[in-house]
C-alpha cells in the first residue's frame, strides 16, 4: 500500500486560522433579524423578551442559542477552508458565552437597580427598555467575544513560532 | 464615521452608563476593524505585499454591513427609549 501524498496529508492537517471577518456577517444578519423584529412586533417581541427574563429564561436560551450558532459558525468556515477544528478553539466557542452573558446578567441587575434607584417616572418602561438594549448587546457580545479571542490567540500562536 | 455618529447619540442618550459602554464599546470595535480592513489593504498594496483583492472584499463587504446593521439596531433602540422617556 503506497503512502498517501504529501499534498493531501497536508491539505488534512493544515491547522484552521480564523479571520475576524468570518462572524461578521452572521453578527450582521442576527443584529438585522433582531432589528426587523423591532420594527415589524414593536410591542410582543420587547414583551416577549421581558417575560423570557422575568422567567429567568432568557440567559439559558441566549446560550442555546449563541452557542449553536458560533459552534456551527465554526464548522462552516471549517468545512469551506478544509482546515482541521482545534480543540482549544471548540472549549472557546462552548465556554466564553456562558461566561460573558452570565456576567452581564449581573450587569443588567445593576443597570436595572441603578433605575429604579433614580426614581424617575416611567421607570418600569424605562427598564423594559434597558432589559431589550442589554439583549441586544449581550447577544453580540456573545457571539464576537470567542472569535476575538481565537483571533488573539491565533496571533500569539505566530508570533511565539 | 457611522460608527462615531451612533457612539455620539448614545452618549447623550439617558441609558445607564452600563448600556451606553456596552453599547460603546461594540460599535467602536466594529468601527475600527473595518477601518483595519480599508488601512490593511491599502499598505499592502503601496509596499507590495501579498494582496488579495477578493478577501479584502469580502472582509470589508462583511464589516461594513456588521458597522451598519450594529448602527440601525442601536438607532432603533434609542428611538423607542426616547418614545418612553418622553411620556
Sequence with gaps: MSAPAPALVNTQSRRLAMRLADPAATLAYVSLVFGSLLVFFPVSFPRLVVQNWQNARLTPIMIFFTVCLNLGLYLRVAHQRFGKPGIVASACLGSVPVILLAGLNFVLQATIAHTISVNAPNAVARVNEEILAHTFFALIAAIFGPFLLIRLAQQFRKDNS | ?87
Design chain 2, 1 to 87: 464615521m457611522l460608527a462615531i455618529s451612533v457612539i455620539w447619540d448614545l452618549q447623550k442618550s439617558q441609558f445607564t452608563s452600563q448600556t451606553i459602554a456596552l453599547g460603546s464599546v461594540f460599535l467602536a470595535m466594529s468601527g475600527i476593524m473595518a477601518a483595519a480592513v480599508w488601512i490593511e489593504s491599502y499598505c499592502r498594496r503601496s509596499t507590495g505585499t501579498k494582496f488579495t483583492p477578493e478577501r479584502a472584499w469580502r472582509d470589508s463587504r462583511n464589516l461594513a454591513l456588521l458597522v451598519f446593521s450594529l448602527a440601525m439596531v442601536t438607532e432603533i433602540l434609542l428611538d423607542r427609549f426616547v418614545k418612553v422617556v418622553a411620556l
